[in-house]
């Protein structure tokens, strides 16, 4: 899976959009916003990026902080919030949240979800398939690819219900509580609107 990270404008369609909101998610979790993607939250419209305002508020938000912070600033944030050698501040893998360890049971069971999807992990990547990143790009992937015995909405729902709803609003909040948080406490508030908006939608289709 590949990611081509983009904003969302109001002209694309709903599907569309949700898609390049996990991709916009994928790239700001995985690392700190590359300088052209930081320059795009800088001048983007202060709408809500898909339909619905719930996620207006959140999105301004986000851009205000784009608009407010130097990229520089912002890296030196992401790596004082997830990197760094030893324990981080905020753990972005949800077996931490899911189990209280890293590599537990819970990874195990998305790697299995994961083969049966046809998805193997990119060996580029560093990161176990619990990264929140990476959970963002398989769901991009699911409402995005091609074929559709696997890029449908009970996929899609099915992956969201067993591996993301479950911990991402406990990494919104510890990212927000976090008091060395900024640009990423806008980040979360984003993530956590919208994972509530997208919890709806699938509640609708029970």
Same mark, same amino acid.
């Given at each position: 899976?590949?990611?081509?990270?983009?904003?969302?404008?109001?002209?694309?369609?709903?599907?569309?959009?949700?898609?390049?909101?996990?991709?916009?998610?994928? !790239?700001?979790?995985?690392?700190?916003?590359? %300088?052209?993607?930081?320059?795009?939250?800088?001048?983007?419209?202060?709408?809500?990026?898909?339909? =619905? #305002?719930?996620?207006? %508020?959140?999105?301004?938000?986000?851009?205000? !902080?784009?608009? &407010?912070?130097?990229?520089?600033?912002?890296?030196?944030?992401?790596?004082?919030?997830?990197?760094?050698?030893?324990?981080?501040?905020?753990?972005?893998?949800?077996?931490?949240?899911?189990?209280?360890?890293?590599?537990?049971?819970?990874? %195990?069971?998305? &790697?299995?979800?994961?083969?049966?999807?046809?998805?193997?992990?990119?060996?580029?990547?560093?990161?176990?398939?619990?990264?929140? #990143?990476?959970?963002?790009?398989?769901? &991009?992937?699911?409402?995005? =690819?091609?074929?559709?015995?696997?890029?449908?909405?009970?996929?899609?729902?099915?992956?969201? #219900?067993?591996?993301?709803?479950?911990?991402?609003?406990?990494?919104?909040? %510890?990212?927000?509580?976090?008091?060395?948080?900024?640009?990423?406490?806008?980040?979360?508030?984003?993530?956590?609107?919208?994972?509530?908006?997208? #919890?709806?939608?699938?509640?609708?289709?029970?």
């Amino acid at each position: 899976m590949t990611l081509q990270a983009s904003l969302v404008s109001s002209d694309l369609d709903e599907e569309t959009a949700r898609a390049e909101i996990y991709g916009l998610l994928f !790239a700001l979790y995985y690392a700190p916003p590359s %300088a052209e993607l930081f320059e795009k939250l800088k001048v983007a419209v202060t709408q809500a990026p898909a339909a =619905g #305002a719930l996620l207006e %508020a959140s999105w301004g938000e986000l851009v205000g !902080a784009a608009r &407010r912070l130097s990229q520089e600033a912002v890296a030196r944030e992401y790596d004082a919030l997830f990197g760094g050698v030893g324990r981080p501040e905020v753990y972005l893998f949800g077996s931490h949240y899911l189990s209280g360890f890293l590599n537990e049971k819970p990874l %195990a069971a998305l &790697r299995t979800d994961l083969e049966s999807l046809g998805l193997t992990r990119d060996e580029t990547m560093a990161e176990t398939e619990d990264h929140i #990143a990476y959970l963002c790009e398989v769901m &991009r992937y699911l409402i995005a =690819g091609d074929d559709v015995e696997v890029a449908n909405l009970t996929r899609q729902s099915e992956f969201f #219900a067993h591996h993301l709803q479950p911990w991402a609003g406990a990494l919104c909040d %510890a990212i927000a509580a976090c008091p060395k948080a900024d640009f990423y406490r806008s980040v979360a508030g984003f993530t956590q609107a919208f994972i509530h908006v997208e #919890a709806q939608g699938f509640d609708m289709l029970a």
